[in-house]
């Protein structure tokens, strides 16, 4: 799609503002509202039914409005997948600065949830290349927010505010010029310490043993065993790796030394297997591999069997029928300042105990810090994600979900991280809002939400009302 496609996307894009703006002023006062969207990576689940009253469609917002090749810009709806954003932009040999692993992440959940990628060493976060936001406010305004102007505070504060000040409605942001393909090298490592000092190495110098890192990732096994995969753009590709098919993609980084993948396989890598956690459906056995269609391997219908298990309780019954222990889920991805995380590795796998975890190497692209989510400018932070669930130990069984979760959330505090808010948290109010600055964002809620139409962020992301 081009520039010169925007002006007839752009009055279709108005006239579906101003109708979502009277939709939102009909909702019944008081009604808990919803984003009615096709699909979501949260890891929180509630009974869509029960607020079903208060659902916006915002079908309308799932496209690209355009994009600008020689500006190196789109404009993008706020519930546009990143899978179809990079369809449109791709063509043009550009993409968004950060793209999140899962294809069906939208451009708006990423900002206003924060998301991360193998170039957020290099480009920070996805929040951080957009440079308008057109948001629809817990108050019912439509406004247009720079880093520049009235509503700056808005633009600054949106980051980790979870759809609690407002919608994003579409989004201005800036691309990045690509190759055809990525060279990827995986390195090894036997200890924790050695992989971070690495990572900061990779920091200072933008390669690795003479390998460009254009992107940069890793998998950790156990603290004795862990790869970074330091990827570069590439003209050539001597040979090309399929991760869609019978191959799945983590196993290859304990197997191979070397790989190339274009561009599009690159950005999807981890989608066709939900990085491992497609492994409880089965999916990576030979045999059910072959059975299971190539188009349902995607992150999203994985998630919709898990939204399914969730609402039946299936496997829940089936641990308490078999008698085994009650299980956790722990789903969580945090930042950990990179001269601490091998503490971390080491504390995880001793009281955890989950395997593999994924690293994300990042640091904030701008010399400013994000009122919501304080990342320090400069500093190197290491992104560990784990996602599954772990037997909680006997004399807790009948407790409350919280037991692991509030270990990782503690150390995490104690080593001077910060954790994403797509998943459950258990922290008490004050405690969560001294880490989330709660100042700012009570300032934020009452400029753009003063009727508190929207739930506040502690409702929504720890309560998960
Ligand atoms: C297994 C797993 C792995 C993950 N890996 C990654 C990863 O590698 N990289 C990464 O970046 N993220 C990752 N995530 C997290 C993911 O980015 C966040 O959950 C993100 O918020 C999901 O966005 P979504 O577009 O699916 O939005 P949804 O799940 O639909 O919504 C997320 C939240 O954002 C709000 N919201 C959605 N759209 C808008 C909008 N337009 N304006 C304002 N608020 C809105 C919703 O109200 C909701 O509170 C992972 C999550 C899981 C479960």
Not at 21 to 30: F, I, K, M, N, T
Not at 362 to 377: D, I, N, T, V
Request: charged share 25%; proline share 6%; glycine share 8%.
């Amino acid at each position: 799609m081009h520039v010169l496609e925007a002006r007839t996307n752009s009055g279709a894009h108005e006239a579906e503002v101003a109708r979502l703006r009277d939709a939102y002023a009909a909702l019944p006062p008081g009604a808990p509202v919803r984003l009615a969207k096709r699909t979501s990576n949260l890891f929180r689940f509630r009974d869509a039914k029960a607020d079903a009253a208060g659902e916006l469609d915002v079908s309308a917002f799932g496209h690209v409005l355009s994009v600008d090749p020689v500006a190196r810009t789109a404009r993008v709806g706020g519930m546009t997948t990143y899978e179809d954003l990079c369809d449109a932009t791709l063509p043009h040999q550009l993409m968004p600065l950060v793209v999140p692993q899962l294809k069906t992440i939208t451009l708006g959940g990423a900002v206003t949830g924060l998301g991360i990628e193998s170039t957020s060493l290099r480009n920070g976060m996805p929040h951080e290349s957009v440079t308008e936001l057109e948001i629809l406010t817990g108050d019912g305004r439509v406004v247009v927010a720079t880093d520049a102007n009235e509503h700056a505070d808005l633009f600054r504060g949106f980051p980790n505010s979870y759809g609690t000040l407002g919608y994003s409605l579409s989004l201005t942001i800036e691309l990045e010029p690509v190759r055809p393909y990525v060279h990827l090298r995986h390195f090894a490592f036997d200890r924790a310490e050695a992989c971070m000092e690495a990572v900061s190495q990779i920091a200072a110098e933008g390669s690795y043993r003479g390998h460009k890192a254009d992107f940069l990732d890793g998998t950790a096994f156990a603290p004795d065993e862990l790869y970074l995969t330091v990827g570069a753009y590439s003209d050539v590709a001597p040979w090309r790796s399929d991760y869609t098919g019978q191959q799945i993609y983590y196993q290859s980084v304990r197997r191979d030394k070397e790989d190339f993948l274009a561009i599009r396989d690159y950005l999807w890598r981890w989608d066709t297997d939900w990085f491992w956690c497609s492994r409880p459906f089965g999916v990576q056995k030979p045999m059910i591999r072959r059975l299971w269609p190539r188009r349902y391997r995607r992150s999203d219908v994985y998630r919709k069997l898990v939204a399914l298990d969730r609402r039946y309780g299936l496997s829940g019954a089936l641990t308490r029928g078999r008698n085994l222990p009650s299980r956790e889920a722990v789903i969580q991805d945090v930042e950990i300042p990179v001269e601490r995380g091998a503490e971390f590795l080491r504390y995880f796998a001793a009281n955890v105990g989950m395997s593999p975890v994924w690293m994300c190497p990042l640091r904030l692209r701008g010399e400013r810090s994000w009122p919501l989510y304080p990342l320090k400018p400069g500093e190197v932070y290491v992104n560990f994600g784990f996602w599954g669930t772990v037997p909680l130990p006997a004399g807790l069984r009948d407790q409350a979900d919280g037991y692991y979760n509030r270990l990782v959330e503690d150390e995490v505090s104690s080593l001077g991280g910060h954790k994403s808010l797509y998943s459950t948290s258990f922290y008490p109010e004050d405690e969560f809002y001294q880490l989330y600055n709660g100042e700012a964002y009570r300032a934020l809620k009452r400029a753009y939400d003063g009727d508190g139409r929207l739930r506040g962020l502690y409702e929504k992301c720890v309560r998960g009302s």
